[in-house]
């Protein structure tokens, strides 16, 4: 599980690191046309769908567990 955790972690810290690149590209006050107005809203329509399907696997856990901490369990 720690390669799992591991995983997610790099993945985490590269799309903040995009994040961070692409508020420095917009802080730049250069002009959006409209392909990269509408390739940009698809991305953040996708993370948005990743994020919700995320939180309902969390809410699901934790109705399932009855809110308790897995990892309280091992430590």
Same mark, same amino acid.
Do not use: P
């Given at each position: 599980?720690?390669? #799992?955790? &591991?995983? $997610?972690?790099?993945? %985490?810290?590269?799309?903040? $690191?995009?994040?961070?690149?692409? &508020? ?11 392909? $990269? ?15 919700? &399907?995320? #939180?309902? #696997?969390?809410? %699901? ?6 809110? &308790? ?7």
């Amino acid at each position: 599980m720690a390669s #799992k955790s &591991r995983h $997610e972690s790099n993945s %985490l810290k590269r799309f903040a $690191e995009c994040a961070v690149a692409m &508020r420095s590209i917009l802080q730049q006050d250069g002009e959006v046309g409209e392909t $990269e107005y509408a390739f940009m809203d698809n991305h953040f329509q996708v993370l948005e769908m990743a994020y919700f &399907r995320w #939180k309902q #696997k969390q809410m %699901l856990h934790l109705s399932v567990t009855g809110g &308790r901490n897995l990892r309280s369990k091992t430590a």
